[in-house]
C-alpha cells in the first residue's frame, strides 16, 4: 500500500515528466519552424511564456467586459 507521501511524490514526478515533454515538443516544433525559415522571434517566444504562466494560474472562468460604457 502507498502511503500519502508516495502518492504525492509519483504526482510530482508525473508532472515534471509531462512539462519536460511538452517543452521538448515546443521546442522541436520552434526547430522546425526555424529549419523552414519561418521567423520564430521574440513575440513568438513571450507569447509561448505567457501561455506557460497562465495554465500555471489557471483562471477561473468569468465574463469578460470590453471596458467600454455605451453612452446614449
Known sequence: ????HQEVARYRVAEQIRVAELRAQSKQHLDALRADGEAVGPR???????????DRLEPQPRHR???LSVVR
Open 1 to 4: 500500500m502507498i502511503s500519502e
Open 65 to 67: 467586459r470590453t471596458g
Open 44 to 54: 513568438h517566444e513571450l507569447a509561448g511564456v505567457l501561455r506557460r504562466l497562465a
